[in-house]
């Protein structure tokens, strides 16, 4: 890898964006993609292995390249330290997100209830500016106090984040709803919030809403069809 090249790559993870390191084989022939200058093919090769998330060999213009994705890290915001994130966090890091808990209620977010995970105790609205979801970030909610939930979910539904998910029955999200349309989105964009949050597997307790959490944080990911919760969740 030449210089040049390593101080590209440095250039893209430090701006948190998504590249591929493409080599061509047998030759070695290196550079990063997407590239204006390369072949349409390639470009299109490249980002569907960013998509997927996993290096691939492609035949490509009667040439093998090896694709090899730098993805910035899978992250998951979530606001509120309740007990539900308790076990979120570990399913959540043992599926490679690197986790954040916002809550400003010190007695939620302490390290030991939330042991090597990064806490920030600002209110919602100042957490989400200063950590900006991107396309690799994922949003959950799960408070039910309006204060906390609805300046995070006003945040996410203005950035790129891939999942938006919030925690309440069916008619707390639809009080939720309408509170975020007066603050302008509109019917498309509400779409874009998961509620009930997680995949309608019957879940009562605390783990078992956290797993089907994550199991619809993976489905959205990897583009699978999703079931939905049947409302039971606390109001």
């Avoid at 490509?60 to 998951?76: C, H, T, V, Y």
Wanted: charged share 20%.
């Amino acid at each position: 890898m030449t210089p040049a090249l390593i101080a590209a790559l440095a250039e893209a993870r430090a701006a948190a964006r998504p590249v591929v390191l493409a080599t061509s084989l047998p030759d070695g022939r290196q550079c990063l993609l997407p590239d204006p200058a390369a072949d349409a093919a390639l470009n299109a090769a490249a980002a569907a292995v960013l998509d997927a998330d996993r290096a691939e060999t492609r035949a490509i213009g009667g040439a093998s390249w090896f694709l090899a994705p730098q993805n910035p890290p899978l992250r998951l915001i979530v606001v509120g330290a309740v007990h539900i994130a308790q076990a979120l966090v570990p399913f959540a890091a043992a599926t490679g997100f690197a986790v954040t808990i916002v809550d400003p209620r010190n007695a939620f977010a302490t390290d030991a209830r939330f042991p090597d995970t990064t806490l920030i105790g600002d209110w919602p609205d100042e957490a989400m500016r200063a950590l900006a979801p991107d396309g690799r970030s994922a949003v959950v909610t799960l408070t039910h106090d309006p204060k906390l939930d609805d300046p995070a979910l006003d945040h996410a539904l203005r950035s790129q984040a891939f999942y938006i998910g919030a925690l309440g029955s069916r008619k707390t999200h639809a009080a939720r709803l309408r509170r975020l349309a007066e603050l302008g989105h509109d019917a498309a964009a509400l779409a874009r919030i998961r509620g009930p949050v997680g995949l309608d597997i019957g879940a009562v307790s605390a783990p078992e809403i956290a797993l089907s959490i994550i199991a619809e944080l993976v489905a959205a990911r990897r583009g699978a069809a999703l079931g939905r919760l049947d409302g039971k969740q606390a109001a």
